[in-house]
C-alpha cells in the first residue's frame, strides 16, 4: 500500500527528541479514534486508540490525546527512532447509528539520525 | 495465515474492464472493510461487512463498485467498467468487533490503462 504521496505535511524530529503529530478531526458525533502508521510500501498498521469518554491513553512509547471542545487529537511519540519513519493518520469513527470511517490526509514523520 | 491477505498485489486493466479483488480477513475477525487509497488523497472508507449483517454500502463511489463477503469470512471487491479514475491502492481490513483497531491487507495496486 503506497502512502498517499508527494504532498503530505511533513515532521522533521532529530533521533531521540518527541514528536507530536496532530490531527483536526471533522464530526462531533464520532466516539471512537485510531491513530495508524504506514510504512512505504506497506499498509496501515494500528498504533493506539481512545474512545470519546477518554481525553488521554497510553501505550509503549506513544500517548494520544483527545480534545473534543476543539476537535483535536494528538499523537505524541516518546525518544522517536528512525523506524518511526512513516505516514501517521488519524481515524475517526461513528459506530452508533449510520456507522462512519473517516481517514485524514496523514503526515509524514521523518527522523533525522 | 497470520494477517489478513489480499490478492492480486498488482492489476493492471484495460478501460472498461471489469476486475475482482479479493481479501482473506484473519481467520476469527467478524468485521471486514475495505478502502481505496489514491495517490494524493487519504484512505477513503468504501464498505464493510459485520457478520451477517447487511453490508454498509455507503462508501461506495458508484454503482460500478460492488463487494460480497461469502461465508463470513473471505470477501470480494468488484469494479465493473473500470475508468482511469479507479487507479488506486485497495485495501482490505478486518478486526474482532466493529470498532477495533485493524488489521490491514497489504493492498492490491489497480492501474486502468
Known amino acids: 500500500g503506497e502512502s498517499v504521496g508527494l504532498h503530505l505535511p511533513t515532521l522533521s524530529v532529530q533521533e531521540g527528541d518527541n514528536s507530536i503529530i496532530n490531527c483536526a478531526y471533522s464530526?462531533?458525533?464520532?466516539?471512537?479514534f485510531i491513530w495508524y502508521k504506514q510504512e512505504s510500501g506497506k499498509g496501515p498498521q494500528f498504533i493506539i486508540d481512545?474512545?470519546?469518554?477518554?481525553d488521554k491513553r497510553q501505550g509503549q512509547r506513544v500517548t494520544v490525546l483527545l480534545n473534543k471542545t476543539v476537535k483535536h487529537l494528538s499523537l505524541q511519540i516518546a525518544a522517536t527512532q528512525p523506524g518511526d519513519s512513516a505516514v501517521y493518520f488519524c481515524?475517526?469513527?461513528?459506530?452508533?447509528?449510520?456507522?462512519?470511517?473517516?481517514f485524514g490526509t496523514g503526515t509524514r514523520l521523518k527522523v533525522l539520525a | 495465515g497470520a494477517g489478513v491477505s489480499q490478492s492480486p498485489s498488482n492489476k493492471v486493466t484495460e478501460k472498461g474492464k471489469d476486475v475482482e479483488l479479493r481479501c482473506d480477513p484473519i481467520s476469527g475477525h467478524t468485521a471486514l472493510y475495505w478502502y481505496r487509497q489514491s495517490l494524493g488523497q487519504g484512505l477513503e472508507f468504501l464498505i464493510y461487512f459485520q457478520g451477517n449483517s447487511a453490508p454498509d454500502k455507503s462508501g461506495l463511489p458508484s454503482d460500478r463498485f460492488s463487494a460480497e463477503r461469502t461465508g463470513g469470512s473471505v470477501s470480494t471487491l468488484t469494479i465493473q467498467r473500470t475508468q482511469q479514475e479507479d487507479s488506486a491502492v485497495y485495501l482490505c481490513?478486518?478486526?474482532?468487533?466493529?470498532?477495533?483497531?485493524?488489521?490491514f491487507g497489504p493492498g492490491t495496486r489497480l492501474t486502468v490503462l
Open positions: 481515524a475517526e469513527i461513528t459506530t452508533s447509528g449510520t456507522y462512519k470511517y473517516i
Open positions: 481490513a478486518s478486526s474482532p468487533v466493529i470498532a477495533g483497531g485493524s488489521y
Open positions: 464530526n462531533s458525533a464520532s466516539d471512537y
Open positions: 481512545i474512545r470519546s469518554n477518554m
